[in-house]
């Protein structure tokens, strides 16, 4: 019996039946668990790039908005993954968002971006935002081991501009009617509005790239990146255009608008050759209009934070100590359709030149046209002009050219650029407009009665000669005010903001200074 009992033990200890399974169960305890921590890991990873994508957007929609420290805040509130918000996820929680804003001399040095005054709070001057971003990423299975989540965080700094390379060919349009003689208030500058005027072009061109990175812009052989060229209305003679860039003591004579056939089917500037409303660089040859290249020479490279007191362009901006530069002088009144088509001409042929360049017109005035006894036709009869009995067809019209519906025209005109085309097929002439002293009382002059927009006001048909409301601005002088968020009154502030917006912000390194 005793040696029963001990043969049934040791069969027992040898049958090992059920040891499988009892080890796979062991085993899938682990292995469950390691396919859970890859999961959270799996999570938490993507939790994490999700967080620095949104970092990303919120600072480069933060630095789009610079100097307005107010509406860039928003932007990156509204571009952050917190609920409700463009990049927001559900898996991402107790999401919170910090701005900073940021003056990094490192992108005054290599850039040439200079730090712009805040229009919005924090006051300060800024060239630059940093985000961070934290978030707590929910786990699967960490709650068996008593952690249901785990904090993420992200950063990402953004500066205002130099993240987009595209070539530019810009045409600055600036009245020099005799209202602009007048001496500014104060608000803007000491002298006279043209001076205040050309303040905010200089202080354009100082945050432009005229060359690559990396190389001179001055002398031959040069691939241009940012061009430019100045135009004045009303026209001036084209042998005296270069008064303006040569510092002499007299300014050119000022021409009246005038058209060599108004009978021309389609619309042109159709600018007899002794006139010419490009002063920078000037129209070549006798017989005819040939266009000359625009200027890159404006800085001596693209990251200096000084303009060359050497280009014609600077010199006629007033930016050589002791020349005065493009003086208005008045004499006829405002006129701004031939002007504008004369520039595009000038863009168009300049674009030619420079394949893959874009094209962009900037033009400063008051808004009211009103230059009727400044505007003849040396063959034709201009349209709105002589009696019903002297001029029956065009007496009451104002297709272009006419003596009325003046800011309509302009405003055709300008639509016009805007539809043309590249030589790639697209994108047409960016129009932005300044307004400086703009009144939003009364109709333009010629507008009342005869127009393509009848009844309109200065302010208003400013705004509808840019490409579209954000490229319209306003100094506010007489109640002007721009529809857009970044409502600059400083002139300096306005041709900045768009200098920056022909280029887009750019992510930097984290720890830039």
């Given at each position: 019996m005793k040696l029963q009992k001990v043969s049934l033990f040791r069969r027992l200890l040898k049958d090992t039946r059920g040891q499988t399974a009892v080890v796979m169960a062991l085993s899938m305890v682990a292995f469950i668990g390691m396919a859970g921590i890859a999961i959270d890991l799996g999570h938490g990873y993507a939790g994490v790039q999700l967080l620095q994508a949104s970092t990303n957007a919120a600072a480069l929609a933060g630095a789009a908005a610079l100097p307005n420290t107010t509406t860039a805040t928003a932007q990156v509130t509204a571009y952050s993954a917190m609920p409700g918000e463009k990049s927001a996820n559900p898996s991402l929680t107790n999401v919170t968002v910090t701005p900073t804003f940021k003056c990094l001399s490192t992108l005054t040095t290599n850039l040439g971006l200079g730090c712009a005054t805040a229009t919005g709070t924090p006051s300060g001057s800024y060239n630059a935002v940093q985000v961070t971003q934290t978030a707590k990423v929910a786990l699967s299975f960490g709650g068996i081991f008593h952690v249901p989540s785990f904090s993420i965080g992200a950063t990402a700094t953004a500066s205002m501009s130099g993240g987009q390379n595209t070539a530019w060919n810009v045409a600055i349009v600036l009245d020099a009617t005799s209202s602009m003689t007048s001496n500014d208030s104060g608000l803007q500058c000491t002298g006279t509005q043209e001076s205040c005027a050309l303040l905010g072009v200089q202080a354009m061109l100082q945050l432009m790239y005229p060359c690559a990175s990396g190389t001179t812009c001055t002398g031959t052989g040069i691939t241009p990146v940012d061009s430019v060229s100045l135009f004045v209305f009303p026209p001036v003679e084209t042998s005296q255009a270069k008064d303006y860039y040569t510092c002499p003591t007299t300014t050119p004579t000022i021409e009246p608008y005038e058209f060599q056939n108004v009978t021309t089917t389609s619309p042109n500037y159709n600018l007899p050759?002794?006139?010419?409303?490009?002063?920078?660089?000037?129209?070549?040859?006798?017989?005819?209009?040939?266009?000359?290249?625009?200027?890159?020479?404006?800085?001596?490279?693209?990251?200096?934070?000084?303009?060359?007191?050497?280009?014609?362009?600077?010199?006629?901006?007033?930016?050589?100590?002791?020349?005065?530069?493009?003086?208005?002088?008045?004499?006829?009144?405002?006129?701004?359709?031939?002007?504008?088509?004369?520039?595009?001409?000038?863009l168009i042929a300049n674009q030619a030149a420079n394949p893959g360049s874009q094209n962009a017109m900037i033009i400063l005035g008051d808004g009211d046209m009103s230059a009727s006894s400044g505007l003849k036709a040396d063959t034709g009869t201009l349209n709105g002009t002589g009696t019903s009995s002297s001029n029956p067809n065009g007496y009451h019209s104002y297709a272009y050219p006419s003596a009325l519906g003046q800011c309509g025209q302009a405003i055709i005109a300008a639509q016009a650029a805007a539809a043309t085309p590249n030589a790639n097929g697209v994108n047409g002439t960016r129009v932005y407009t300044v307004g400086y002293g703009a009144k939003t009382s009364g109709t333009c002059s010629t507008d009342a009665s005869y127009s393509a927009y009848k009844g309109i006001q200065a302010c208003t048909a400013l705004q509808d000669i840019a490409s579209s409301p954000g490229y319209f601005y306003s100094d506010d002088g007489n109640g002007c005010q721009s529809p857009n968020q970044m409502n600059f009154t400083q002139l300096k502030q306005i041709f900045q903001a768009i200098s920056r917006d022909l280029t887009t912000p750019r992510l930097i390194p984290n720890g830039t200074t």
């Open positions: 050759v002794t006139s010419t409303y490009q002063v920078v660089p000037t129209p070549l040859g006798t017989t005819g209009h040939t266009i000359a290249g625009f200027a890159y020479d404006y800085k001596t490279t693209d990251a200096s934070t000084t303009l060359n007191s050497s280009s014609y362009s600077v010199i006629a901006a007033g930016g050589k100590s002791g020349c005065n530069g493009i003086q208005a002088k008045g004499g006829e009144g405002t006129y701004y359709a031939q002007a504008i088509y004369a520039a595009q001409a000038a």
